[in-house]
């Protein structure tokens, strides 16, 4: 008898696996409820307020702008460059442009005789000038092509192609209108 082995006994001990594998789990439950109701009053105040919400979308005629011009407008605090391209512009601009951020011009126009871009440097957010053929950046030099391509750097990447859409042949929406 005294070989016999003894069968294990349940015992409420807290080094039980189950019981401290729920201990921990419970825990956790608890620590992330807590934490996302300590942290929801920031989350919220990262919402849009109305005014943001109000100012979300900007509307843009293009009436009175001759082919070659430019109208600057302002979205979001952002200059948006919408510029009347003309024929041989359009037809200068076709494929993937010259320069080291390729991107063909269909892809950058949702109507050839009209280019909409953000008009910040990409480089460090300065803004482009308009000089004969280009943009030039008065910063650092960067040059942008007719399709808002960069030529020269030190831009990394073209100019910026913001939401927008044609609501009519001669109106534009900037930005997503919010829900
Ligand atoms: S900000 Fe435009 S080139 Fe530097």
Redesign the pocket.
Known sequence: MADEKKKPIKTKNPKDPQRRDFLTLATGVVASTGAVAATWPFISSMNPSTDVLANATSEASLKGIRAGEVKTIEWQGKPIFIFHRQEKQIATMEGRGEGFDPENDSDRVKRPDWLVVVGI?T????V?LRKKEVWF?P????VYDNSGRVLVG??PRNLDIPDYKFIDPDTIVIGKEQV
């Open positions: 440097c480089h460090l957010g300065c482009p950046c910063c650092h030099g960067s030190p831009a």
